[in-house]
């Protein structure tokens, strides 16, 4: 064993061990699609400076933090997003009624004077006083509250205790900052100047356009004299309880600005559940068959890959639980999902080795394993590479779990890079220095060409000598799925056009057209119902509150018995836009990115070639969805940015192996070159293929309806990839290479050189 292998497999045992430590040591952190609660996005409505945007926000997730942690919600989250956003997660919260309860009124608390009662059967303010409101107070006397004279910002803290000595029970005592308690003592100051027990002597605070409390200012203090900021009371008949909720609204109600929900998503606990054990299923049996997929075809270092893809999903695993990622499902999915595609790296390699005991029969095992590795990195590095960026976009261009998806795959690129050139090179590189393997090449693997190479080799099809009808044939398959985009139209989810999903799960079974007529008395004749899975009922609507949605699953639960409610989704329309908007940059930015990435690693024409298959295979996606009437959310866009990683992935191999080719012989022409190159390439498309397949299929058949549609995309754009990768990424490549060649000489200024028959790049052989 060379001191290189020695050092390999000393690193990966270390990492092995440490990744197991952390996996039995560590639990993950779960989003709230798999544990169950709520998650609200805020964004606060105030718009100066962004210096200013984010400090306020800033100290509005401060007071919403104090607000929460004093009801006592468990390990609640509360990060900034952005400049003006603020997202707030709430565990094992499932009703977003209790959880606008838990964060409190959003709306801006302030302190008005008191300029009487108003008169019976007025609604608003004199037309003088734009500024003036007409509430009623805690006992329903309608008060004609002047305009805002302190804000809640002004509030430094409010205490309940109770007063025993004076005899005036429970008290809640305000302590103000600095120059908001001279504008208090003002306030009051004007206020006592009027006789006790007259409307005009109170003070009354309000929160959300509601009077939480008026109190009369003492008589012992006198006219302009005023409160003093750090000793005021608020006396009254309070039970314990309405004291501390009064001193909790008065402190939590200080907001800076205003705030309004723009997203919120409520999954129960048993929908997460069933998600974790559904991907769990998934990932043990597609990994099974990926395992044995290749143990079949690479023998027994298809038995050390597998190992070696056992030892990378220890290793992501470790990783997401050690940095702390929050696990979300499509996060869920992106871990299983990048196990199929782990083995592309070991199924390179393994093809490069095979190639190379093919030339060269009589050299040994470990010469041909150390050089499939060599020549086989630079693909490998080039496609993960190009995976990677699809992973930043989702990351960068996405929201909630798109972001976690983009994470999740990132680590699972770079855990399986690890595994393949690191854990899986110790292995087979052990075992090639054993005189049994070498000796028996049925036993290794490689030293015998797949019945795959050995039919292509046979047949040699001539692919390219007419590359323009395979792009025919790819404008075909494009056009049909334009006419499903115009024809059937694209369904975009909730996320793109702003409203309310909420999915119910009722005790009795109920068909859609009951559920409709139901919701239609109700009052809900507005709502799209569809069914869901195992007989659950989905329905959509466009502006709906919380109160509202309650009132849609009372009138269901009329025919269904015991309503449960497993998803709900709210999407202001402004977060519907942005979101739609964000959606279409990321494909942008992703065609961009990947098209000055393949330009700078290889030729312009082989770079445009793959961008014309990345955006066949989009439109391909988009439109088969568009033709089944399925859903287009964000889940989906994560789909779609991993298919373009995926595409360019497969014609990154393609065009590593034309590269390597045509620098070994200028001569040939590049049709020949690429035709071979397709030829030899051809396994590993194959072989990768086969083996995220099995992942999604598993995920297809076992995810249920949450993740169905995601493997269901991630299908047809691998095999649409795989299509394309040959069939219109290099045709493109060909096509713009003799458009791009210089033209013959004009006839009648030939010169001897000139005469001579000119070779084709694009036939194999003819002259022109």
């Known amino acids: 064993m060379t001191r290189a292998t020695t050092v390999r497999a000393v690193l990966a045992a270390a990492v092995l061990l440490v990744s197991v430590f952390i996996t039995l040591t560590m639990s993950p952190r779960l989003g709230l699609d798999l544990q169950g609660g709520t998650r609200m996005v805020l964004q606060a409505k105030d718009s100066a400076t962004v210096e200013a945007d984010r400090e306020t926000t800033d100290r509005t997730l401060e007071v919403l933090r104090q607000r929460i942690d004093s009801l006592g919600v468990a390990e609640p989250v509360l990060t900034r997003s952005g400049e003006d956003r603020i997202i707030v997660e709430l565990p094992d919260v499932q009703d977003p009624r209790q959880a606008a309860a838990v964060i409190g009124r959003t709306a801006q608390l302030s302190f008005h004077e008191v300029l009487g009662a108003a008169p019976p059967g007025t609604d608003t303010a004199p037309e003088t006083c734009e500024k003036r409101l007409i509430l009623p107070d805690e006992q329903g006397t309608r008060l004609d509250l002047g305009p805002v004279r302190l804000s809640g910002a002004g509030v430094k803290d409010a205490t309940a ?22 504008d208090w003592t003002k306030l009051t100051g004007e206020a006592a100047c009027h006789p006790a027990g007259d409307e005009r002597r109170r003070v009354a605070i309000v929160l959300d356009e509601k009077v939480i409390s008026s109190p009369q200012v003492d008589p012992s203090v006198g006219c302009q004299a005023g409160l003093p900021s750090g000793g005021t009371q608020i006396t009254g008949s309070f039970t314990a309880k309405e004291a501390r909720d009064l001193a909790l609204l008065i402190k939590g109600g200080a907001l800076p600005v205003p705030v309004e929900i723009v997203e919120q998503r409520t999954v129960g606990p048993t929908l997460g559940a069933a998600a974790i054990d559904a991907s769990a299923q998934a990932a043990l049996i597609g990994a099974a068959a990926t395992a044995l997929f290749i143990t079949f075809v690479y023998r027994l270092f298809g038995a050390l890959a597998a190992v070696a893809l056992a030892a990378y999903g220890v290793i992501s695993y470790a990783a997401l639980v050690g940095l702390g990622v929050t696990l979300t499902l499509p996060g869920l999915a992106g871990f299983v999902l990048a196990i199929g595609m782990a083995v592309d790296a070991n199924v390179l390699v393994f093809e490069r080795a095979r190639e190379e005991c093919q030339d060269r029969p009589t050299r040994s095992l470990r010469s041909a394993l150390t050089t499939g590795f060599q020549k086989a990195f630079s693909a490998v590095a080039d496609s993960n590479i190009t995976t990677l960026l699809a992973a930043g976009l989702l990351f960068f261009l996405g929201s909630g779990p798109v972001k ?7 680590i699972g690129v770079i855990a399986s890079m690890f595994s393949a050139l690191v854990i899986a090179r110790a292995l087979t590189e052990i075992a090639a220095g054993s005189r049994f393997v070498s000796d028996y090449r049925g036993v290794n693997g490689i030293a015998r060409p797949g019945s795959v190479r050995t039919w292509l080799t046979r047949k040699d099809p001539q692919l390219f000598r007419k590359p323009v009808q395979w792009l025919v044939i790819s404008t075909a398959l494009v056009a049909v799925a334009v006419a499903g985009i115009v024809v059937r139209g694209v369904d975009l989810g909730v996320e793109f056009t702003g409203g309310r999903l909420v999915e119910y799960s009722t005790s009795r079974p109920v068909d859609v057209e009951t559920a409709r007529s139901t919701l239609a008395d109700a009052g809900f004749g507005d709502a799209e119902i569809t069914t869901a899975g195992d007989g659950d009922i989905s329905v959509r609507t466009g502006k709906l509150d919380n109160d509202g949605e309650h009132a849609l699953r009372t009138a269901l639960a009329t025919e269904g018995g015991e309503t449960t409610k497993v998803r709900d989704e709210l999407i202001g329309p402004s977060l519907g836009d942005e979101l739609r908007r964000n959606a279409l940059i990321a494909l942008g930015v992703a065609v961009l990115v990947q098209l000055a990435y393949l330009a700078v690693r290889f030729r312009w024409t082989f770079a445009v070639g793959s961008v014309i298959a990345m955006v066949h295979d989009v439109m391909i996606v988009v439109g088969a969805f568009a033709w089944l009437g399925r859903p287009v959310d964000g889940i989906f866009l994560a789909a779609l940015l991993t298919v373009i990683g995926y595409s360019v992935n497969d014609s990154v191999v393609v065009f590593d192996r034309v590269r390597e080719l045509w620098a070994g012989n200028r001569k040939t022409p590049l ?34 309806d949450s993740l169905a549609d995601f493997a269901l995309a991630l299908l047809i754009g691998i095999v649409v990839g795989t299509w394309s990768s040959v069939f219109t990424a290099v045709p493109g490549a060909l096509v713009l290479e003799r458009t791009t060649t210089a033209p013959p000489p004009v006839p009648g200024k030939s010169s001897r050189r000139a005469r001579a028959p000119l070779r084709d790049p694009l036939d194999n052989g003819a002259r022109v």
């Open 671 to 704: 049709a020949t070159i690429a035709r071979r190159a397709v030829l030899q390439t051809v396994p590993r498309t194959v072989n990768t293929g086969m083996g995220a397949l099995f992942i999604l299929v598993a995920l297809a058949v076992l995810g249920g």
């Open 161 to 182: 205790f109770f007063e025993a000595q004076q005899a005036a029970g429970w008290t809640v005592k305000l302590d103000f900052h600095k120059d908001a308690g001279k």
């Open 404 to 410: 976690g998806f983009g994470v999740t795959l990132a």
